[in-house]
């Protein structure tokens, strides 16, 4: 999870290559693949992807991966995770979900 939320591509490596689950989550119920996604760490995202990292995952407040890259204004990153869905609609359906539920609420995604 550290290595994908500070962007460390090598440890990241070694931890998928040594069988770390791409989906195990933290306290709050993140993935790595939403920390990556979060933070602009591509090639991360990509590693995650290619080792089953789930983008309809969602942590405790209901946020995915997803959701996380389409409230991003990183276009390549929502590209990115929105070809990982395999299904454009899809891809617009968590985002628009996330929104509804939290954007009118608060004024801003979680």
Same mark, same amino acid.
């Given at each position: 999870?550290?290595?994908?939320?500070?962007?460390? +591509?090598?440890?990241?490596?070694?931890?998928?290559? %040594?069988?770390?689950?791409?989906?195990?989550?933290? &306290? %709050?119920?993140?993935?790595?693949?939403?920390?990556?996604?979060?933070?602009? &760490?591509?090639?991360?995202?990509?590693?995650?992807?290619?080792?089953?990292?789930?983008?309809?995952?969602?942590?405790?407040?209901?946020?995915?991966?997803?959701?996380? %890259?389409?409230?991003?204004?990183?276009?390549?990153?929502? @590209?990115?995770?929105?070809?990982?869905?395999?299904?454009?609609?899809?891809?617009? @359906? +968590?985002?628009? &979900?996330?929104?509804?539920?939290?954007?009118?609420?608060?004024?801003?995604?979680?």
């Amino acid at each position: 999870m550290g290595g994908a939320f500070k962007g460390y +591509a090598d440890i990241a490596s070694l931890l998928l290559d %040594a069988g770390a689950d791409p989906n195990q989550r933290n &306290h %709050a119920g993140q993935t790595a693949l939403m920390n990556a996604v979060m933070f602009g &760490h591509a090639e991360i995202v990509e590693m995650l992807l290619a080792a089953g990292g789930d983008v309809e995952l969602s942590d405790a407040v209901g946020n995915s991966a997803a959701s996380i %890259a389409a409230a991003q204004t990183n276009s390549a990153m929502a @590209d990115l995770v929105k070809r990982a869905t395999g299904d454009a609609k899809q891809f617009a @359906d +968590a985002t628009v &979900h996330k929104a509804n539920e939290s954007d009118c609420t608060s004024g801003r995604l979680q």
